[in-house]
């Protein structure tokens, strides 16, 4: 389908009335998206083993992750790389125990790569996922030793100051409002300790070219920013289109330091750039710059 078309049906849903329980319906009569979740692995698995790298070992940590999701996947991998609390905030509470469930089938098909990549004996994996409960959500969460904050504004955080040691998301952030995320990283600020890690992969592509192969990943890139707005009638499908740069800007603005950063120009995004035209927000931008489809940073908090 056409994005556009894809685009117009989609912004009727917010319409309807009980969006959310509708979304929640299908998630729970389609099957599990192996793909997304495999995904999900690969992208945490690459910025834990730099954090390993960096000597961060997870034990005596506390961990937050920033946008729960469907499926509690990266809770559970910080809970079997060693954190002794993991916390997940989330503006909806769309967890359920039906994904739960999903999810720690998926963890048993990958039980080898994820005890080898996280370093963690076989027995502490078999011991984790074997103590789960499956009686509830609640319960589950209790037994996996997740607290899930939601629904919550993670800009007003129920935690202290400096209490946290680690913040991470996943694909996230592109679904932010800019100045949301300001307020967002102030917050991991305070509540993270000094030389605390934040941790974010960032989708920088357009997501309608997912679904429409006709159009490139910077397709989005093309509209002023007026234009672009008039398209952002549903909340669910927002893209705020920053680029690497900008991310980067927002976080130094907020007291962090970049201590790595593993994003790579997209070579075939940048060829693309160079044969549309591009609005006049980035026009004097080179395309190397924006044609970073997949921004991975790992920031720390300055003292």
């Known amino acids: 389908m056409k994005w556009r078309h894809r685009l117009f049906l989609r912004t009727l849903l917010p319409f309807l009335p009980f969006q959310y329980m509708l979304r929640s319906l299908k998630r729970r009569l389609t099957p599990f998206n192996q793909d997304n979740a495999e995904g999900v692995l690969r992208y945490t698995f690459i910025m834990m083993k730099q954090l390993r790298a960096d000597g961060f070992t997870g034990t ?13 996947q990266i809770p559970l991998l910080l809970n079997l790389a060693g954190c002794d609390k993991v916390l997940s905030v989330d503006l909806h ?8 469930r999903r999810t720690v089938d ?13 370093g963690v004996k076989a027995s ?10 499956f009686s509830g959500l ?7 030793s997740i607290t899930y904050l939601a629904p919550c504004d993670a800009r007003k955080l129920p935690l202290p100051a400096e209490s946290v040691d680690l913040v991470i998301s996943n694909n996230v952030l592109e679904h932010i409002p800019p100045e949301t995320i300001t307020e967002l990283f102030r917050e991991f600020h305070r509540v993270l ?7 974010h992969t960032i989708d920088n592509a357009d997501h309608w070219s997912y679904s429409d192969r006709t159009i490139s990943q910077g397709n989005f890139l093309r509209y ?4 672009w707005q008039r398209l952002q009638k549903n909340p669910i499908d927002y893209q705020n289109r920053l680029r690497h740069f900008e991310y980067c800007r927002l976080i130094l603005g907020c007291g962090f330091s970049l201590f790595h950063d593993l994003s790579v120009v997209d070579e075939a995004l940048c060829a693309a750039l160079k044969t549309i035209p591009v609005c006049s927000k980035y026009g004097d931008v080179p395309p190397e710059q924006l044609a970073i489809s997949l921004s991975r940073i790992i920031a720390e908090k300055e003292p």
Do not use: N
């Open 60 to 72: 005596g940590t506390t961990a937050l992750e920033l946008g729960t999701g469907w499926e509690p």
């Open 93 to 100: 509470r769309l967890l359920d125990f039906t994904s739960c």
């Open 106 to 118: 998926f963890f048993k098909t990958k039980r080898e790569h994820i005890i080898e990549t996280l």
């Open 124 to 133: 502490s994996f078999d011991r984790y996922i074997d103590g789960l409960s």
């Open 138 to 144: 609640e319960s589950f969460l209790e037994s996996a």
């Open 193 to 199: 300790k000094t030389k605390g890690k934040m941790v």
């Open 224 to 227: 002023e920013e007026s234009a």
